[in-house]
């Protein structure tokens, strides 16, 4: 699996803070919907909050990835956002996550979702991509670190 197959620079969103996950998942709902991407921002939040209340999606090392199966996606779309100063995800290592991998598609796709999972505790669990990103000036700077430490580790 390679992300530049499924994540496009032009869906990263990067804010400095945001208050906790309900907000990030509003704020991000928001953004796909003004993008054309999705038609009911509220239900994308919905369903992303209700993901995180039946168990964190932090896995640690300052990186979440909340997964969800949406009517509102077609097929497979991975996005990502980066909070520079970190959000409370309940992630078990105790760390404030600023790098969220967000995972959506139609109920089609769960061997996808878990491929893409399992890709992302790999690639996160073998370079500081965190560090690296925070660093990142916009969205094009930060597609360009993954798509480098993501070689890094498929070599």
Sequence with gaps: ???ATYLK???IYICDACKDTGHLYGDFAQFLKKKGIIADARKVKRLFVKRESVQSTGIGRGVATPHI???EFSEFFLAMAL???GIDFKAPDGQDVHLVFLIMSDDRDI???LKTLAHLARLTASC????SLKEAGDEAQAFA???EK???ILK
């Design 1 to 3: 699996m390679k992300l």
């Design 128 to 131: 500081d991509l965190v560090a």
């Design 83 to 85: 909070v520079r100063q």
């Design 145 to 147: 670190i993954i798509l």
């Design 150 to 152: 993501e070689h890094s």
């Design 69 to 71: 199966f949406s009517d």
């Design 9 to 11: 620079k032009e869906n």
């Design 111 to 113: 061997g996808l979702h």
